[in-house]
């Protein structure tokens, strides 16, 4: 019988500690798939005393069982996906890219911070990584797809026709024209490596399921960041939410089995764009120094603030989540009150919805009680009395169960509730 895949979903603005939870659940499945993104997105697994930074390899890399895809919609950028390889040394025949995922070339990361320049103080703060121009490359169908790394004579000649056909553009945003021949030796080099590798992935995620393999899929950045379901224009360029998994692997959605959303126990946010619950304070900065909210793709401190229940609630229903991974509850530890977001101020009433534009919104706050310490509980009945209400609290706002509970960067500090 046809199994159904488990999905991985971020429920804010990224960040939220999928790494530690996709790597936990790596380890008992079969396959393990990446849907959408690129090399913006930052997984920090933390193993004893070794820490492993993925960006395009899916979690299930450390499982030497598991397989691992990089599906088509993913932007995936040879260069950078190469140097992350190395890190490896057994990977052949447990890592598939799809050959229909998009290139994303070093001129896209150029047109990105060109643009970031152009716009000033309307910048959206992206990773600089290009993300941006090769999705949009694709949706204008200019993109170019990994499977034509099979033949780089030809694909050297349609990016190089590409450049003509833009050279007024990139000329104003001083983005510079290839040289043809090392741009075919690029190519060339990219082919060399990453051919073994490239293959039709749609078919192998349908097979495994229908043999009966336990799937995984991982989503990358966050609810809050989809492109259309985000904070608009303040988002990444993809469709971050769990339909994406669908289109970005080739699954219908009766494929789609146990969803479990992530969610930090605070909200943090890299970049610009609105974010209601933020914390410019002191409390802002202690989330931020407890957390270490610093990113793993750029270095940038994080925006911290409270866990924004409005958002989460919308976030739970888009998802379809089944379960909530609430995580890092430890970086709460002896606040004396801790503030959920549970209303917004907008047009001079208050209303529990996201509407179209969190610019205009306030948050309206509810205040909990603190607690001194839940950092490495292992079993629910060890946190304190306030953690476990808070905990009670949150699941009534959200509409859903939270069913995982993680109270310190280690594998084993996870309580997973039955
Ligand atoms: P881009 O994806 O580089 O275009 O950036 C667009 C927005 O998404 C910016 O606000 C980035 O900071 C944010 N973003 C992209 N990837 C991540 C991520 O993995 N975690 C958190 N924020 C991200």
Not at 193 to 202: G, K
Not at 257 to 279: H, L, M, Q, W
Request: charged share 25%; with cysteine.
């Amino acid at each position: 019988m046809s199994n159904q895949a488990d999905l991985i979903v971020g429920l804010q603005w990224g960040d939220e500690g999928k790494g530690k939870i996709v790597d936990h659940m790596a380890q008992t499945h079969d396959y393990v798939c990446r849907f959408a993104g690129g090399h913006n997105a930052g997984h920090t697994i933390v193993v004893g005393e070794e820490k492993i930074a993925l960006h395009l390899i899916p979690s299930g890399v450390l499982n030497p069982d598991a397989k691992n895809i990089v599906g088509n919609g993913v932007v995936l950028s040879p260069v950078d996906f190469i140097e992350e390889m190395s890190q490896f040394d057994d990977l052949e025949g447990r890592l598939f890219i799809s050959d229909k995922a998009h290139l994303l070339l070093p001129y896209h990361a150029a047109i990105d911070q060109a643009r970031e320049r152009m716009k000033g103080d309307k910048a959206i703060g992206t990773t600089g990584k290009g993300i941006g121009p090769a999705y949009g490359d694709k949706v204008a169908r200019v993109g170019h797809r990994v499977g034509e790394l099979h033949h780089p004579r030809k694909l050297a000649d349609k990016i190089m026709d590409y450049f003509s056909m833009n050279a007024p553009v990139f000329a104003a945003m001083g983005v510079e024209t290839p040289d043809a021949q090392e741009l075919y030796h690029e190519l060339l080099e990219y082919r060399e490596v990453l051919e073994p590798y490239i293959t039709d992935t749609t078919l192998l995620v349908q097979k495994a399921l229908e043999e009966g393999k336990r799937v995984l899929l991982e989503g990358a950045q966050g609810t809050m960041l989809d492109i259309d379901h985000g904070t608009y224009p303040y988002v990444t360029s993809s469709t971050t939410i769990s339909a994406g998994a669908c289109s970005g692997l080739g699954l219908s959605p009766k494929e789609i089995g146990r969803v479990t959303g992530i969610a930090k126990a605070y909200c943090t946010r890299v970049g610009n764009g609105p974010f209601p619950s933020e914390d410019h304070g002191e409390a802002g900065q202690r989330l931020r120094d407890r957390g270490h909210e610093y990113g793993t793709t750029t270095g940038r401190a994080r925006r911290c603030g409270w866990f924004d229940a409005v958002a989460m609630r919308h976030a739970v229903r888009i998802n379809g989540v089944d379960q909530v991974a609430l995580m890092k509850l430890d970086v709460l530890d002896g606040f004396e009150e801790i503030k959920v977001c549970v209303g917004y101020e907008f047009e001079g009433r208050e209303i529990d919805y996201v509407p179209y534009d969190l610019e205009e919104v306030q948050p309206v706050y509810r205040i909990f009680k603190g607690w001194k310490r839940s950092e490495g509980a292992r079993n629910f009945e060890e946190l304190p009395e306030a953690a476990r209400e808070y905990i009670g609290a949150l699941e009534e706002m959200i509409g859903c169960r939270i069913g995982i509970i993680s109270t310190s960067p280690e594998r084993e500090d996870t309580i997973v509730r039955r």
